[in-house]
């Protein structure tokens, strides 16, 4: 195949600075949202409130830290490849020394494990927090374990029913709506309850200080320390599945070389070729493709921040009115209990945090079917081209699984604590540090002229050390736990 011809880059990113120009970049905002909402589940709105209810303002530099490496550099590096080359990250992924396909295989049954120990976390307390409100017009109100448990059925099927049904476009508008709602929420609550801004800006910046664990922390908190930080630090960005997926959308939104009007013959040529060969080496053709991935940066920096500020704004919470209280948050209660105490310190608050909490939990579990299929549909496609891929039956299917899996954890009365962690450890920490290595890989994948700058190729490096030293620490602490 020849080289390819750049297309001259055209838009807002052309246009000098006004306000036009202003809206116009905000409107790109739209994959990344996706990756944020979802991201803010249990992990921020219980895991890390509850890190702030015992730790204080003292861990909000992990909160700063996994921000940057997954809402920046990871999110970055692994959209860029496919915004670069055109073509998605299984097609190249699949070459990989070895069986074929098996780190893709690997890391959809990471996720498949994980998926059930995940989604109970998120909509049990849910389920707990419903049978609170309704607990009046409930009959049999002393059967609380029963009544919880068929509302968090009744909202996983929900949410599954409802997340078969949303195409990608109407997904990406309402995730854009529920940041909105979690930024404004959280900040407005956040003010609300004056916290100590100069005690959150210490703990912001204060990278590796652990404060002391107090007596009333959660006792498996006491007990397996190294397994709560790594928990923590995993939860928040959320899991894998939504990062691989991220590369997948910027190809639907047409930004970089996927915009190209011969995008199919390229990635007919890419699937294959070892070498990614077409790009031209002219400079100003390759700074033209710099400028058309601009779209990805913005989005990116926007999603970053928006993930920050929801997360950070929940530890602050948690810090400035749980923390005082010596607030021990243990069972399903976690959510019901949180109500109970902003209550005590002004009415309004109460229905900020429902608003907040159930617009976070709902987004989180709608998104993820659209998420699981789009990046099932794009390994199963590089695994076994030979076969036909449809996206509906897969989405069905894993649906069905996911409910099915889903019940027996719900029925069963795992605790929280334990599925949490095994599913940060699995798709939290221990795969996005594989695909990590993997992300870097695939930009040394690309021809000099097109990888990351120097800087960001050393910010992704220190990335991932930080991702495997997560890893490392959180499935340590695992297998203590599990080994008594």
């Not at 049904?165 to 854009?176: A, D, P």
């Not at 010596?326 to 900020?352: C, D, K, N, Y």
């Amino acid at each position: 195949m020849d080289k390819v011809e750049i297309p001259e880059p055209s838009g807002v990113f052309t246009e000098a600075w006004s306000l036009n120009k202003v809206y116009g970049l905000l409107a790109v905002f739209g994959p990344a949202a996706i990756v944020a909402s979802v991201a803010i589940g249990a992990g921020e709105t219980i895991v890390v409130v509850r890190a702030g209810a015992w730790a204080g303002y003292g861990l909000l530099w992990m909160v700063l830290l996994s921000c940057l490496v997954k809402g920046v550099f990871f999110t970055y590096l692994i959209g860029r490849y496919t915004a670069v080359s055109g073509e998605s990250i299984g097609q190249r992924l699949v070459r990989l020394p070895g069986p074929r396909g098996w780190l893709l295989l690997a890391i959809l049954l990471f996720e498949m494990i994980g998926a059930p120990l995940a989604w109970v976390p998120i909509s049990k307390p849910c389920g707990d927090l419903f049978h609170f409100l309704l607990r009046d017009i409930l009959p049999g109100a002393q059967h609380e374990v029963l009544w919880e448990n068929a509302i968090t059925s009744a909202f996983i099927a929900f949410a599954l029913l409802f997340g078969i049904g949303l195409s990608f476009e109407r997904l990406e508008k309402q995730q854009i709506i529920i940041c909105g709602i979690l930024v404004v929420g959280t900040v407005t609550g956040t003010l609300i309850v004056r916290p100590d801004f100069f005690a959150a800006l210490k703990g912001t910046f204060r990278f590796g200080d652990i404060p002391l664990f107090p007596t009333w922390a959660p006792a498996d908190t006491i007990a397996h320390p190294l397994l709560t930080l790594g928990t923590t630090f995993g939860y928040v960005g959320g899991s894998v599945i939504g990062y691989i997926a991220y590369a997948n959308w910027i190809g639907l939104h047409k930004w970089g070389l996927t915009g190209h009007k011969d995008i199919e013959k390229i990635r007919a040529h890419a699937a294959k070729s070892d070498e990614i060969d077409y790009l031209p080496t002219d400079p100003a053709q390759v700074s033209r493709l710099r400028k058309l991935i601009s779209p990805l940066r913005w989005d990116v920096s926007m999603g970053a921040v928006v993930l920050f500020v929801v997360t950070g704004a929940f530890m602050i919470s948690g810090a400035a009115v749980l923390f005082p209280l010596e607030t021990r948050f243990e069972g399903w209660s976690l959510l019901t209990h949180q109500a109970h105490v902003w209550a005590q310190i002004h009415p309004s608050l109460v229905w900020i945090y429902y608003i907040c909490i159930l617009a976070a939990l709902w987004g989180t579990l709608q998104a993820l079917p659209e998420i699981y299929a789009r990046v099932a549909q794009e390994f199963f496609t590089a695994i076994w081209p030979e076969r036909e891929w449809a996206y509906m039956p897969i989405k069905r299917a894993i649906c069905l699984y996911v409910f099915a899996t889903t019940m027996v954890i719900v029925w069963l009365n795992i605790p929280f604590d334990i599925l949490t962690q095994i599913a940060g450890f699995l798709i939290a920490n221990l795969a996005i540090a594989i695909m990590m290595i993997a992300a870097i890989f695939l930009n040394f994948k690309l021809p000099a002229a097109y990888r990351t700058r120097p800087w960001v190729t050393f910010g992704a490096g220190l990335s991932t050390l930080v991702l495997i030293a997560s890893a490392i620490i959180s499935g340590w602490g695992l297998m203590q736990k599990l080994a008594g």
